[in-house]
C-alpha cells in the first residue's frame, strides 16, 4: 500500500496507492468524509471500500483532500475538493492508461464530490454512494446521472435522514439508461459503526453482480 504524492491544485496531495499484479487492470477512486469534521483517506468505511475494490485486481488510489493530513492546502466548501478529486483521477489515469474500466467511491461528503466527477468524467463507468447527504447538499446536478451505481444509506442515521436520500433515488431510478440499486443498511449509524460487516456485503455483493467476479 505505498504512500503516493500527487500534484493537486493548491500542492501536494496525500494518497495511498494499491497497484493492481494485472496487466491494464480497472481503476477506483475513493473519497473520504467532510474534512471539517475528520473526515480522511484512513476512515474505516474508506478502507473497507478501498479493499473492496483491490480485491477485485483493481489499481485503487485513496487520498486526503486538501488541508487534511499531509495534503496541502484549505478547506473550500466542496469547490477546491472536486478540483482535488479530478486531479486524483488524472494521476490514476496517467500511472494507468490502459484501464478499462473507471469506478468511484465515496462516502458522505465525498460522495457528494464523487458524483459531481462522474457529470463531468464520462469515462466513469460505476459509482459507489454511501451516505450520499441529500439533505444537506444539492444533488440536482444529477440531470440526468450518466452511470449505474449503488447507493447505500443507514436507516438510524441522524447526519443524513433516509428520506432525503429516498427522494433521490426514486429520482435516478426515474432516469432511462441508468440502474440505481439501493440497499438501506437496518440499524446503522451515519459512520456504520458496528454495521461495517453488512455495508462491506452490500458493497461486495453490487460489485460482483456488475463486474461478475
Not at 60 to 88: C, K, M, Q, T
Amino acid at each position: 500500500m505505498p504512500e503516493v504524492i500527487i500534484n493537486g491544485p493548491e500542492g501536494r496531495l496525500e494518497g495511498r496507492y494499491h497497484p493492481s499484479k494485472q496487466e491494464n487492470a480497472p481503476i477506483a477512486l475513493i473519497l473520504h468524509a467532510d474534512p471539517q469534521f475528520n473526515g480522511n483517506m484512513n476512515s474505516k468505511i474508506c478502507y473497507y471500500l478501498y479493499h473492496s475494490f483491490v480485491r477485485r485486481g483493481f489499481s485503487v488510489l485513496r487520498f486526503n483532500f486538501r488541508g487534511v493530513g499531509r495534503s496541502e492546502g484549505v478547506y473550500d466548501s466542496g469547490i477546491g475538493e472536486l478540483s482535488d478529486a479530478a486531479a486524483a483521477l488524472d494521476w490514476l489515469h496517467t500511472v494507468n492508461r490502459d484501464s478499462p474500466q473507471v469506478w468511484i467511491a465515496g462516502f458522505s461528503f465525498g460522495a457528494w464530490i464523487g458524483m459531481q466527477l462522474l457529470m463531468r468524467r464520462p469515462e466513469i463507468s460505476g459509482f459507489l454512494s454511501v451516505s450520499p447527504p441529500a439533505n444537506l447538499y444539492d444533488f440536482s446536478f444529477l440531470a440526468p446521472c450518466p452511470s449505474s451505481g449503488l447507493i447505500t444509506q443507514g436507516t438510524d442515521d441522524t447526519v443524513v435522514t433516509e428520506h432525503s436520500v429516498q427522494r433521490l433515488v426514486d429520482k435516478l431510478q426515474a432516469q432511462k439508461g441508468i440502474t440505481i440499486d439501493y440497499d438501506k443498511i437496518e440499524g446503522a449509524s451515519h459512520f456504520y459503526e458496528d454495521h461495517h460487516v453488512p455495508l462491506v456485503k452490500s458493497v461486495d455483493k453490487y460489485l460482483t453482480m456488475r463486474l461478475g467476479y
